[in-house]
């Protein structure tokens, strides 16, 4: 539906009938600093990517581009 490449994010969408297996997110909103936090997913295509870490800041703006709107959590984990 939707793809943002300066932060590798994609929005899809699923129709199908029937019951899938999921994994309940958590509420970015309800974080706090200290918190550990587990990342899952493909960034800029390593398949089958999980990585940990523990969120070091909220909100952080200007990162890839000064004047966009941006809002970011900071973590200590490592990118590879």
């Given amino acids: 539906m939707g793809t943002d490449s300066k932060t590798d994010l ?3 969408q699923i129709t199908a ?3 899938y297996p999921h994994v309940v997110l ?3 909103d309800k974080l706090e ?3 550990w936090v587990v ?3 493909q960034p800029r295509g390593l398949f089958q990517s ?3 870490g523990i969120i070091s800041a909220k909100h ?3 990162i890839t581009n000064p004047s966009s709107y941006e809002d970011f ?3 200590d984990a490592a990118i590879n």
């Fill in 39 to 41: 990342a899952i997913g």
């Fill in 33 to 35: 600093i200290g918190q």
């Fill in 26 to 28: 958590g509420d970015s």
């Fill in 10 to 12: 994609a929005v899809i």
């Fill in 73 to 75: 959590l900071q973590t």
């Fill in 50 to 52: 999980v990585t940990q």
């Fill in 60 to 62: 952080r703006v200007a």
């Fill in 17 to 19: 009938t029937g019951s």
